[in-house]
């Protein structure tokens, strides 16, 4: 039988939003600061000079999170997709645009060498149309009688990426997927992701998430853990809900890697078992 989940809900979040306990990181100098990275929004893959393959992404999810994180005193590195939403204005957020899938990938990893967590929010599409079917860029596909098949080839796996990459250059970061699927395929969609992807947990969330000012949402973690929302939340109070979890997470996997440190340094039997 399999092991039943262990459903928790967070502690009050550290940052001012959140008055009972102090933020750990508002006090420190801004390159002292611990960083986010979030990706948003859809991605645009070109079929033509004028059409693509998109999504209805808004980036809300993204944006909320981005000043949540700066609520708490957290650099944000804001990867942000084709949308026309606004965007934080804060010393602390740094704002970068992408367009395309592989605009994204060059963006993740100039930027993930110095972030402490990422939140991967970014509605990346699965498919593209393939190089061999595409029209030269500066042209459009013209209308005919005989219609038009595209061929679609898959798009890289960023996520999986990000994740390959942190192992393979010991980053100590904590990495946050997402999981937008309908709610009868939910939950084993988001234990899937978790398990083939390494991250630390998955944000699962509904098809009517995208383009709405509200969410419901579990997360779930690589410890066995579902955390679950109160109900339906804002974007904007779900961002500080989310970031309270990320808090923890970053200070779990850093006492974690103290932990194994102190281990190899002492090299006893005992600590090396």
């Not at 599409?125 to 079917?133: G, L, S, W």
């Amino acid at each position: 039988m399999a092991k039943k989940p262990n459903v928790r809900s967070p502690k009050s979040a550290a940052c001012p939003s959140h008055p009972s306990r102090p933020s750990r990181v508002a006090a420190q100098q801004d390159d002292e600061r611990p960083v986010l990275l979030i990706t948003a929004g859809p991605t645009h893959e070109p079929i033509d000079a004028v059409r693509f393959i998109g999504n209805r992404s808004s980036g809300k999810l993204g944006v909320a999170l981005a000043e949540a994180a700066v609520e708490c005193g957290w650099k944000v590195v804001l990867l942000m997709g084709p949308t026309a939403i606004p965007l934080p204005e804060h010393k602390l957020v740094t704002v970068q645009r992408f367009v395309t899938t592989d605009d994204l990938a060059k963006l993740l990893k100039k930027h993930q060498p110095s972030a402490d967590a990422m939140a991967m929010a970014a509605a990346v599409a699965d498919f593209r149309p393939a190089k061999t079917t595409k029209a030269d860029s500066a042209g459009k596909i013209k209308r005919t009688a005989a219609g038009l098949t595209l061929k679609l080839e898959s798009t890289p796996d960023l996520l999986a990426g990000c994740s390959a990459r942190r192992d393979k250059e010991g980053f100590s970061q904590v990495l946050v997927g997402f999981a937008l699927e309908s709610k009868a395929k939910l939950a084993a969609s988001a234990k899937d992701k978790l398990q083939r992807k390494g991250v630390d947990a998955v944000v699962a969330n509904e098809l009517g998430t995208m383009e709405s000012e509200s969410i419901t949402a579990s997360v779930f973690g690589a410890d066995g853990s579902v955390t679950k929302t109160p109900g339906n939340m804002s974007k904007r109070a779900f961002g500080s809900w989310l970031m309270d979890i990320i808090e923890m997470l970053v200070m779990e996997r850093a006492i974690a890697t103290q932990h194994d440190a102190e281990d190899e340094a002492c090299g006893c039997a005992e600590c090396a078992g």
